[in-house]
C-alpha cells in the first residue's frame, strides 16, 4: 500500500546525501510518481546544479536551490543549457539511489500474499521527526521464496522502508555497496514534473 500511496499523493519531495567517488552530495527535491520524473538540487563541493530524470536519462544544468535547498520552479526550459546522459545505476551511486527512489511508486497495491511470500519482513518500531513509523526491510526479489532458496533475513535485503500509521512513506534507506544511505521523505505537496525536451 505505501508504494501506491506514493503514487496516489502523486508527487513526494525527498531529500539525501551520499558518496559519490568521494565526493559528498546532498540531494533534495521531488519525485513525480505518476508522470516517473524526479527534479532535484543537486550541492556539494561543487557549483550547485540543478537535476532532472525520468527511468533512462538525467538531465543537468548549473543552478542554485531555493531557500529551501529545492530546485528552482519552474523548471528550465528545454533551450536552457542542459547537459543530458543515460541513467546508469550500475556504473553511478547516485544513479542508483535516484532508480531506486523512483521505483517506489505503483499505479495499484501489491498483493499482500504475494509480498509476504517473497520475503518483506517487519524489522521494528520507530520515529521519522518523532511521527512513529514501522521500519519493514522489502523482499529481496519479486519471486517466491521455496524451500530450496537461502533463508531470507533482515540483511537480505537492499532496500528498508519507515511507514507511517497512515501507510504513508517517510523514509527509505538504500543499500548501495556496503554502505546504507538514508532518504527521507516527509509529508507534503509537490509540483507535477514533465521532463522538458533539452533533458531527453
Not at 161 to 184: I, K, N, P, Q, S
Request: aromatic share 6%; net charge negative; no cysteine.
Amino acid at each position: 500500500m505505501t508504494r501506491f500511496n506514493n503514487y496516489d499523493a502523486g508527487t513526494r519531495p525527498f531529500s539525501t546525501t551520499l558518496t559519490q567517488q568521494g565526493a559528498q552530495l546532498t540531494v533534495t527535491g521531488w519525485i513525480d510518481y505518476v508522470a516517473h520524473v524526479g527534479y532535484a538540487a543537486v550541492t556539494g563541493a561543487f557549483h550547485p546544479q540543478a537535476m532532472v530524470w525520468s527511468d533512462s536519462t538525467v538531465g543537468i544544468i548549473p543552478q542554485t536551490p531555493d531557500h529551501n535547498g529545492n530546485p528552482i520552479l519552474p523548471m528550465p526550459a528545454a533551450d536552457a543549457d542542459w547537459h543530458s546522459r543515460p541513467l546508469d545505476p550500475t556504473t553511478s551511486r547516485l544513479d542508483a539511489m535516484l532508480a531506486v527512489l523512483s521505483s517506489l511508486g505503483s499505479d495499484r497495491p501489491d498483493n499482500p500474499l504475494l509480498v509476504q511470500q517473497t520475503g518483506a519482513l517487519w524489522l521494528r518500531d520507530d520515529t521519522v521527526d518523532s511521527t512513529p513509523v514501522s521500519v519493514f526491510a522489502a523482499p529481496p526479489t519479486d519471486k517466491p521464496s521455496d524451500a530450496s532458496s537461502a533463508p531470507i533475513t533482515a540483511e537480505t535485503s537492499s532496500l528498508r522502508l519507515w511507514v507511517d500509521d497512515t501507510g504513508l512513506m517517510r523514509r527509505a534507506e538504500v543499500r548501495l555497496g556496503d554502505d546504507w544511505t538514508t532518504a527521507d521523505m516527509p509529508d507534503g505537496a509537490g509540483p507535477a514534473l514533465a521532463l522538458p525536451e533539452g533533458a531527453q
